[in-house]
């Protein structure tokens, strides 16, 4: 399978953004989807992963700001970011199956 990473750009802090992760085949079978970001010159990080029974997981800096969910007829993972922060700002990659995404650049700043 083959990950395509959209929805980042530039959003002021309190903004929203929206990530979408599609896959270029059925995720119905993938157990584990994630989104991970990383900042230059950092490791990447978790920050939110889904199984396919919909339990999920997030880095403790954005519980209760990021909602991880997974449309397995779509085919898509998304990740909905609210209240971003500069701290938030990144390149984020989704990932499954040990595959990547190429990664869409998220910015927050006034």
């Known amino acids: 399978v083959q990950l395509q990473a959209s929805g980042g750009g530039l959003v002021q802090p309190g903004g929203s953004l929206r990530l979408s992760c599609a896959a270029s085949g059925s995720i119905s079978g993938i157990y584990v989807m994630g989104w991970f970001r990383q900042v230059p010159g950092g490791q990447r990080e978790l920050v939110a992963g889904i199984t396919s029974v919909g339990t999920t997981t997030y880095l403790d800096s954005v519980k209760g700001r990021f909602t991880i969910s997974r449309d397995n007829a779509k085919n898509t993972v998304y990740l909905q970011m609210n209240s971003l922060k500069p701290e938030d700002t990144a390149v984020y990659y989704c990932?499954?199956?040990?595959?990547w995404g190429q990664g869409t650049l998220v910015t927050v700043s006034s």
């Open positions: 990932t499954a199956s040990g595959v």
